[in-house]
């Protein structure tokens, strides 16, 4: 299957998707890169390694406007599925609704728990025992779609939010690469998912 990602950074999700595809039995490929902004780091990494990539900044276009560009780009591209990984910017429903049950992102928390942003920072200033990652379907609404996916990782006496982020983010290369690979080996999109993800929308 082929996949597009979307990064606005370091891209190291990215990167681990990438890696992944090099092994002879993955069931995906990455055929295009794509991120908001022209300076993020993962850019280069794939360009590398021989992915084609597309970079735009979004300021000044309205959100829809960008997302029908991004749109096209993915589709020139020949994918059927687009992973997000750390792609910072809100998508419109349009583009939403244009992937449903085709576009996946990884969340740094043990979904439902803090979606949004900090979720490191929350997850100690709580006393949880454990914090970790998420894969789930993308919908309308922010870190809301059906989960795929959870690695849970312990949270260690003294661990700061840095030391916990780099821990998680271990954890988050080795459960995005299985669950896409799980998720586009699947015969067709589940009814079970596509029915809870419209239920989500409504
Ligand atoms: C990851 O922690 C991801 O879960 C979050 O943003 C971070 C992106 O890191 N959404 P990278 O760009 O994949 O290295």
């Known amino acids: 299957?082929?996949?597009?990602?979307?990064?606005?950074?370091?891209?190291?999700?990215?990167?681990a998707l990438l890696y992944a595809a090099k092994a002879a039995d993955c069931p995906f490929e990455i055929v295009l890169v794509a991120a908001n902004d022209p300076g993020a780091a993962g850019l280069v990494l794939a360009a590398a390694e021989g992915?084609?990539?597309?970079?735009?900044?979004?300021?000044?276009?309205?959100?829809a406007e960008f997302d029908r560009i991004i749109d096209a780009e993915i589709r020139k591209?020949?994918?059927?599925?687009?992973?997000?990984?750390?792609?910072?910017?809100?998508?419109?429903?349009e583009f939403v609704g244009k992937w449903e049950g085709r576009m996946l992102n990884i969340h740094p928390s043990l979904l439902p728990?803090?979606?949004?942003?900090?979720?490191?920072?929350?997850?100690?200033?709580?006393?949880?025992?454990?914090?970790?990652?998420?894969?789930?379907?993308?919908?309308?609404?922010?870190?809301?779609?059906?989960v795929l996916g959870q690695t849970p990782v312990a949270i260690l006496p003294g661990d700061t939010e840095d030391a916990l982020a780099a821990r998680i983010l271990i954890a988050e290369h080795q459960?995005?690469?299985r669950v896409l690979a799980e998720y586009v080996q699947r015969d067709s999109q589940p009814e079970a998912i596509l029915a809870q993800v419209r239920e989500r929308a409504m």
């Open 175 to 177: 459960l995005y690469s």
């Open 113 to 146: 728990k803090y979606k949004g942003l900090d979720t490191h920072k929350r997850a100690l200033e709580a006393g949880d025992s454990h914090a970790g990652c998420s894969v789930h379907i993308v919908t309308a609404e922010l870190d809301d779609g059906p």
């Open 1 to 15: 299957a082929k996949v597009a990602v979307l990064i606005s950074g370091r891209g190291s999700n990215m990167a």
């Open 77 to 93: 591209a020949g994918a059927e599925y687009v992973a997000l990984a750390g792609y910072m910017r809100l998508l419109s429903p």
């Open 51 to 63: 992915v084609a990539t597309f970079a735009m900044s979004h300021k000044g276009l309205k959100r």
